[in-house]
């Protein structure tokens, strides 16, 4: 929220209006600031429920194939800590879920290719991956619930049935009983979530989770997250639900160490600025004389950037609001509604990138 009010403050460079979904986008989460999380209380509540040992790493190494993606980290993952982590693209973000995921499911048999997972014994352990399972097509969704349980246990004397949850994840009553194989790919992805938190685990581990979920089910599913007691490792580019839903936040920047951010994503953004800076070859010696021009020269690109990816954003803001009118209007044509959610979900992907380089651009601008 920070850096969205950084944004609606600063304004954007040569012109005289800032786009109108920001400004919205922004106002919404000023007036909507959640109460802070009671973390102490949760964290109690966890240790009751898992104990001391959860996940401790020992000089672990993971591989994915030959290429080594994290060598000689030792990290503990204790009773109610909920981490954010992020990272370059393949630095081992998904191969480290995996690697603790191989050895809870297998009774801590599947260890690393070096090193030691230990698992704690109450583990119950949830993990979304990227992949939607797939269900028998004529399964209708609430049945798809009750094959886990009819009720759940969501903490702090928090019950909901079957019924009740699938509503906050945006399946009505009607809905409810649509068969599986006429659902959207987002709603097959919210039917996936909804399926682990059924079945009450005690650790959450949630790789992309925002992805094919709609504003209001993941308004829904940071409000039942920030307030679930458990331990819980979140992989996510959507910044404010890492922000949101975590206390502290690790990072996978490619040179096979796990590091702690204590400044958040913010640092990860500073660390990542001077990774491409460094990548850089060195200027020759003969235009020394000119660096004395060139934070000005960064400036003025910087600027242009920001004018260009604006620009951009305010297209694909056209083209997602075509989009959803389209969906809307061919509700019952469920190849067509497929094909333009894929789309959706393309253009998504399109104005996430940008919107991470805009904060980038931002603090030389």
């Known amino acids: ?106 009774g801590g048999d599947q260890q690393p290719v070096a090193g030691r997972v230990v698992v704690g014994k109450t583990v119950r352990l949830a993990y979304l991956s990227q992949d939607v399972t797939e269900l028998p097509p004529s399964l209708r969704v609430l049945e798809a619930v009750q094959q886990v349980r009819d009720r759940v246990d969501l903490g702090k004397g928090r019950e909901m049935t079957a019924g009740q949850l699938c509503e906050q994840f945006g399946f009505g009553k009607e809905k409810q009983w649509t068969p599986v194989g006429d659902l959207s790919g987002g709603e097959r992805r919210r039917l996936q979530l909804l399926r682990l938190l059924m079945d009450e685990p005690n650790v959450l581990f949630l790789d992309e989770p925002t992805n094919d979920l709609d504003i209001e089910t993941l308004t829904q599913l940071e409000d039942l997250l920030d307030g679930w007691p458990g331990s819980m490792i979140v992989i996510s580019h959507d910044r404010f639900f890492i922000e949101r839903t975590t206390d502290r936040t690790f990072a996978l920047l490619g040179d096979s160490a796990l590091r702690m951010l204590p400044r958040g994503i913010d ?63 061919n509700a019952t044509d469920f190849e067509k509604v497929a094909e333009l959610d894929a789309k959706l979900r393309e253009l998504a992907g399109e104005r996430d990138e940008l919107e991470m380089r805009w904060l980038e651009l931002a603090e030389d601008a």
Request: proline share 6%; charged share 30%; net charge positive.
């Open 1 to 106: 929220m920070r850096k969205e009010l950084a944004w609606l403050r600063r304004g954007a460079p040569a012109r005289t209006s800032k786009p109108r979904y920001r400004i919205e986008a922004a106002n919404e989460l000023i007036a909507d600031v959640p109460p802070p999380r009671d973390t102490s209380e949760l964290m109690k509540f966890a240790s009751a429920r898992l104990g001391r040992t959860v996940f401790d790493l020992e000089d672990v190494t993971v591989q994915a194939g030959p290429k080594v993606l994290l060598q000689h980290v030792t990290w503990q993952l204790g009773p109610g800590d909920r981490i954010g982590l992020v990272g370059v693209n393949g630095a081992g973000k998904t191969s480290l879920l995996r690697a603790l995921a191989d050895a809870a499911t297998s």
């Open 267 to 329: 640092e990860y953004l500073e660390r990542r600025a001077r990774m491409v800076e460094a990548a850089v070859p060195a200027a020759p010696a003969a235009a020394s004389a000119g660096a004395r021009e060139k934070p000005a020269a960064d400036a003025r690109a910087a600027k242009k950037e920001l004018q260009r990816i604006e620009r951009q954003l305010d297209k694909i803001a056209g083209r997602e609001s075509t989009l959803h009118t389209q969906i809307a209007d």
